[in-house]
């Protein structure tokens, strides 16, 4: 039988304090290089007791905190993900007065790519997009401070496949009016990024107390809302840059927007007619020749 991984064997517990929701967090959030962290490092940096890490790896079942990172090194080293060679790459960066600072941002930004794509399960991905269409109830997308522009975009292209697909808005005033008709059987599809807004926490409560589906888009196996979510998507942050970057997560929601399609009934077609007529109806966009907008006769 194929062992347990650690993602796996946090998830296989019962239940979490909330000191151990913490611990389990900063494992899920940086992985790979827990494998070069000591239980003192951990409990340093997420302010939980150093007896409570080793007393949480303990009822993960390992042995003994050094079993704990053999464990971690030998999955690096089965999957090739020992990140000995970005540590050199960081250190190569600081020496170097001359910097390919847009080489280096791209080469990361594939990095995420790939690391968001192993974080996924194909089959876990299609259910998501079949919920989304296939559900009897209505859509709604939410998303606070620099998740609400990953929100919008992810609501434009939605909107285009279903009906009754709602923005819950950046503004939180007007949420609670929005709130009045959810019911069972809608779904919430809440992005959820660290730092994790509060108002969005609340939200998808509240979708839970009404027995609606709560879908996550998240950095994180363990984000407070991990126990409330019906589904979850990890696309985890890039710790090497100083800003939280959008690129995985915008690839995540394109595709799933993609994948979604494949659920759609043959209606779709009628549905994309109109839309393009109401456009052409609203003048929604400038004519889509130079000619044309130059008002210039051929």
Same mark, same amino acid.
């Given at each position: 039988? +194929?062992?347990?991984?650690?993602? *796996?064997?946090i998830?296989?517990?019962?239940?979490l304090?909330?000191?151990e929701?913490?611990i389990?967090? $900063?494992?899920?959030?940086h992985y790979? *290089?827990i494998?070069?962290?000591?239980?003192?490092?951990?409990?340093? &940096?997420?302010?939980?007791?150093?007896?409570t /890490?080793?007393r949480?790896?303990?009822?993960?079942?390992?042995d003994?905190?050094?079993?704990?990172?053999?464990?971690?090194?030998?999955?690096?080293? /089965?999957?090739? *993900?020992?990140?000995?060679?970005?540590?050199?790459?960081?250190? +190569?960066?600081d020496?170097?007065?001359?910097?390919d600072l847009?080489?280096?941002s791209l080469?990361?930004?594939?990095?995420?790519l790939?690391e968001?794509?192993a974080?996924?399960?194909?089959?876990s991905?299609?259910?998501?997009a079949?919920l989304?269409?296939e559900?009897?109830g209505?859509?709604?997308?939410t998303?606070?401070?620099?998740?609400y522009a990953?929100?919008?975009?992810?609501h434009g292209?939605?909107?285009r496949l279903?009906?009754?697909?709602?923005?819950?808005g950046?503004?939180? @005033?007007?949420?609670?009016? @929005?709130? /009045?008709?959810v019911?069972?059987?809608?779904?919430l $599809?809440?992005?959820?990024r660290?730092?994790?807004? +509060?108002t969005?926490?609340?939200v998808? &409560?509240?979708f839970?107390d009404q027995? @609606?589906?709560?879908i996550?888009?998240?950095d994180?196996?363990?984000?407070?809302?991990?126990?409330?979510a019906?589904h979850q998507?990890? /696309?985890?942050?890039d710790?090497?840059?100083?800003?939280?970057?959008?690129?995985?997560?915008t690839?995540?929601?394109?595709s799933?927007?993609?994948?979604?399609?494949?659920?759609?009934?043959?209606?779709?077609?009628?549905r994309?007619?109109?839309?393009?007529?109401l456009?052409?109806?609203?003048q929604t966009?400038?004519?889509?020749?130079?000619v044309?907008?130059?008002?210039?006769?051929?």
């Amino acid at each position: 039988m +194929k062992e347990q991984s650690l993602i *796996e064997r946090i998830r296989s517990l019962a239940r979490l304090t909330p000191s151990e929701v913490k611990i389990a967090d $900063f494992l899920a959030r940086h992985y790979p *290089e827990i494998a070069f962290e000591s239980a003192t490092t951990i409990s340093q &940096k997420t302010g939980v007791s150093k007896a409570t /890490v080793v007393r949480f790896i303990a009822r993960l079942g390992y042995d003994s905190y050094a079993q704990f990172l053999q464990h971690i090194r030998d999955d690096l080293v /089965v999957s090739q *993900e020992l990140p000995v060679g970005r540590y050199t790459l960081i250190k +190569k960066q600081d020496s170097s007065k001359t910097k390919d600072l847009l080489g280096l941002s791209l080469n990361a930004i594939m990095k995420n790519l790939q690391e968001s794509h192993a974080q996924i399960k194909t089959e876990s991905f299609m259910n998501i997009a079949r919920l989304m269409i296939e559900t009897p109830g209505s859509l709604y997308i939410t998303g606070q401070r620099s998740s609400y522009a990953l929100a919008h975009l992810f609501h434009g292209l939605m909107r285009r496949l279903r009906p009754r697909t709602f923005l819950l808005g950046g503004d939180s @005033a007007t949420i609670p009016d @929005a709130l /009045v008709d959810v019911k069972k059987g809608d779904v919430l $599809f809440a992005i959820f990024r660290y730092p994790y807004a +509060k108002t969005t926490y609340e939200v998808a &409560k509240y979708f839970v107390d009404q027995k @609606a589906f709560v879908i996550l888009l998240t950095d994180s196996s363990f984000s407070p809302l991990y126990h409330t979510a019906d589904h979850q998507l990890v /696309v985890p942050i890039d710790e090497s840059s100083l800003f939280h970057r959008f690129t995985a997560a915008t690839a995540i929601l394109e595709s799933l927007a993609l994948a979604a399609l494949h659920f759609c009934s043959d209606d779709i077609y009628k549905r994309f007619d109109l839309n393009e007529k109401l456009f052409a109806d609203f003048q929604t966009y400038c004519p889509g020749k130079v000619v044309d907008s130059l008002h210039i006769k051929e």
